[in-house]
C-alpha cells in the first residue's frame, strides 16, 4: 500500500515562509526521484520541484529560487521550504514519485493547502 502524507500548508501573507513536509511509504520512497507538485483552482496539477535519490534537484521557473526541495531518506520524507510567496503560489500542495506520476500508475495522498494572501 502507496501512502503519502503531506502536512505543513497555512495561510501567510506574502513575502511569508512555509516549509512543507512529505512522509512516504518505503515502497515508493526507496530510490525514488521525488517531486512536489501543485494544483490551483481551475488549473492542471503541475511539478514546481524534484529531488533525485542522491538529492540533484530541478525547479519550475516560476519557483525558482524561491522554493527549495529536499529529503531525508533515512526518515523517507521529502520536504519542501517556499520563501518569498507570492499570491500565485496558492494551491494545494502533493509530493509524489516522479516515476509513478509520468508511468499513470500514482495514487495521491490529501495534499496541503497553502494559501497566500494578505
Known amino acids: 500500500q502507496v501512502q503519502l502524507v503531506e502536512s505543513g500548508g497555512g495561510l501567510v501573507q506574502p513575502g511569508g515562509s512555509l516549509r512543507l513536509s512529505c512522509a512516504a511509504s518505503?515502497?515508493?520512497?526507496?530510490?525514488?526521484?521525488m517531486g512536489w507538485y501543485r494544483q490551483a483552482p481551475g488549473k492542471q496539477r503541475e511539478l514546481v520541484a524534484s529531488?533525485?535519490?542522491?538529492?540533484?534537484?530541478d525547479y519550475a521557473d516560476s519557483v525558482k529560487g524561491r522554493f527549495t526541495i529536499s529529503r531525508d531518506n533515512a526518515k523517507n520524507t521529502v520536504y519542501l521550504q517556499m520563501n518569498s510567496l507570492k499570491p500565485e503560489d496558492t494551491a494545494v500542495y502533493y509530493c509524489?514519485?516522479?516515476?509513478?506520476?509520468?508511468?499513470?500508475?500514482?495514487?495521491w495522498g490529501q495534499g496541503t493547502q497553502v494559501t497566500v494572501s494578505s
Open positions: 509524489n514519485s516522479i516515476f509513478l506520476v509520468t508511468t499513470g500508475r500514482s495514487t
Open positions: 518505503g515502497s515508493i520512497f526507496k530510490l525514488s526521484a
Open positions: 529531488i533525485t535519490w542522491g538529492s540533484r534537484s
